[in-house]
């Protein structure tokens, strides 16, 4: 009897936990206003483009924030959005971790306008240095 | 005091598990957004990639449309890195503004077989390998706002980026 109770006291908890997992995991998965990238970059001042192109619904809003690196060369990683066209945002600078930067054209503006993406990066180490991963969130509209 | 115990544990167990598979799904997401298994080319090797899209590229352009001929101007950054795929990205958004113009260009002239080719040919896109496996369109929007409307008569979105299509039209 008592593990009978027990059991149904465990699965209780577990459907109690699992809803709540449910209720967590459910804005991420089904907004999906921000996608987790992460790699590497090289060791010298080269401009890295990768190939993912992702839609941006346009305005302001769209950022990045770093959430680890294993230690870029330089003063600063930058990384910034390109379109099809070659038009690229102004390559934010990030020094520090869990910052986070809206993307802006060289006017400053914020409003970025609906078209497809790719992520750039570059180091700010001319003299070069080791490569290193990194990671973090992106945030499109 | 037993009951407790397993009930703690119960939790504990569940919420590890949880996390985990949170932690997982976003690992699993960075995974197969820019890496991390990147590999590079430089810009002369992305070119020669390019220059062989005619010959290599299993997507079908509507009739009278030819592959582009002028490189990405990212391609004049002879100092640059491409990564592996760069050029499919390239020619997946050349193929889809390619047939947005061509359903475009059907609806205004009432051509129905025209532009229910190119109703499907868009519709495809957001089946295609390329699409799915890049995870190209993450808040749904594109096909919110372009594809859906389209498939029901709607052409405004497909024309907004039918005008952001530069590189495209650069090439036509």
Known sequence: MQSSRAKSLLARTATVVGLVA?????????????????SYNDSY?????????RYHAGG??????LDSHTGFCGSSFRIALRNPVGDSTYFSHFTSLGSTKNFT????SLNVPANWYKVTARNDCAGGGPTFSWQGLLHLN | MKKKTIALWAAAAAGSICLSALSGAYAAEAAKADGPATEWRTAEQTLAEFNEIGQTSQLALPDGV???????VDLSDTEGLFEVGYIESVTNLYW??????????ASAVADARGASDGRAAIASFAQSKWFVANDVDPN???RDTVLKPALKGDLSGVKAEVANCGYFHQNQ
């Open chain 2, 66 to 72: 030819a592959w582009p001929h002028l490189p990405p």
């Open chain 1, 45 to 53: 001042n080269q401009t890295l483009y990768y190939s993912t192109s």
């Open chain 2, 140 to 142: 749904g929007f594109w």
């Open chain 1, 105 to 108: 054209w060289w006017n400053g």
């Open chain 1, 22 to 38: 449910l209720f967590v995991g459910a804005p991420v998965a089904a907004s999906a206003l921000n996608v987790g990238i992460g």
């Open chain 1, 60 to 65: 302001s809003g769209s950022s990045f924030r």
């Open chain 2, 96 to 105: 889809l503004c390619a047939w947005e113009e061509a359903l475009v260009d």
